[in-house]
């Protein structure tokens, strides 16, 4: 746990503290942000679509104290013949719906064509719980090893018959994290992290090591334009010397964002301090 200054952020928020039980993982998010095991905090989609027969470019962000021998991608609950709709990390326990698809971060998944038993095929459909866009919801787990250890992230992908000729993506967008003051043990600095995007973003932090003032969840604080500006506070460790690494993930809350994780159009930044 945090010190008091992050409890306090929890409480301003709104979340009961009195069994360390939250509505939702915003707070878990919050006070969960030192790289202290192996973590899968991000899995990045680009197309964020997926469309039949086109590929996607599927890229884990982890994260370890120690150095990752390997990283694997599956997918769960694929099937070209029916839409499927199944969702999170629970599809997983079902060892008959997994797919390996790569051994290899990033890797290149070539989405398979759909079969057309979809009502949009019928000449007369009818109401059989089938959506009539064909589409699928299913979801896509990132798996990080270092040495003994392993962590574990999934993403929502959703697969289309026809796609939109063009999707923005955060991960083209302009970004810049950078940091104010002197990185050295027992000081603090700022940190600030900018993107131009044209709609709302929800970031999250990551460090080695030391004290988010702001905690690991941090919103939009400026805005200028499309340009947005967010703000944190590190306290670094008096006893830390050598790099230190500060990773900021920025996501989309309206296609997904951390309370509905539907999609991977989302990018990260790393800024690593050499603390002496």
Known sequence: MRPLLAIAALTW???SLGCVAFQDEIGQVALDYEIDRVLVPAIRLTPPIAVEGEDVEIEALVLSPWNVDSVSLDICGQNPDLPTE???AECFNNPDLIEPLSLRNPAVWTVPEL????IADSAEPVDTGIPTDCASQIPIRATGVA???RGMGTVQVRVLRDGPATLPSLNDARRELTFEGNPARGEDIGLVYRVDWDGPVDFRWYVDAGELHHTGRTTTTWLQGDRH?????????SGYVGPLRVVVVVADPDSGGW???TSGNLAWDILTLEVE
């Open 86 to 88: 199944l969702w999170g």
């Open 115 to 118: 079969g057309r038993n979809c």
């Open 259 to 261: 309370r509905s994780p």
């Open 229 to 237: 500006t967010t703000r944190n506070q590190l306290a670094i460790p």
């Open 13 to 15: 928020l709104g979340f």
């Open 147 to 149: 040495g003994e250890e």
